[in-house]
Nanobody, 120 residues
Framework: QPRLVESGGGLVQAGGSLRLSCAASGLAFSTYAMGWFRQAPGKERELVAAISWSGRSTDYADSVKGRFTISRDNTKNTVYLRMNSLKPEDTAVYYC?????????????WGLGTQVTVSS
């Protein structure tokens, strides 16, 4: 069973930065595209950033483009999300997962996520 462990969240003021990490195990990490998703209270889980298995290709939701950067280290089975210029609307629980092209409801497993709270 794959295991995904997200970390790095916290409370930050608007305009601040955070770096999230996601450690993966129980899967051939280097062969999977990875994505960061988030879910705000009362909203559906959404994809915010994706990265190809090699790390050469990335894609972002319009709402985070230019502020968030996704990266990965296949030697450490870890994917990262650098978040700059944070806004209160970025407040959510952040999750990582494989196959970012799949709808969030199509994934069979999730980690616990990491809470990001941005104060105004």
């Amino acid at each position: 069973q794959p295991r995904l462990v997200e970390s790095g969240g916290g409370l930050v003021q608007a305009g601040g930065s955070l770096r999230l990490s996601c450690a993966a195990s129980g899967l051939a990490f280097s062969t999977y595209a990875m994505g960061w998703f988030r879910q705000a209270p009362g909203k559906e889980r959404e994809l915010v950033a994706a990265i190809s298995w090699s790390g050469r290709s990335t894609d972002y939701a319009d709402s985070v483009k230019g502020r968030f950067t996704i990266s990965r280290d296949n030697t450490k089975n870890t994917v990262y999300l650098r978040m700059n210029s944070l806004k209160p609307e970025d407040t959510a629980v952040y999750y990582c997962n494989t196959d970012p092209q799949k709808a969030p409801t199509a994934h069979g497993y999730w980690g616990l996520g990491t809470q990001v709270t941005v104060s105004s």
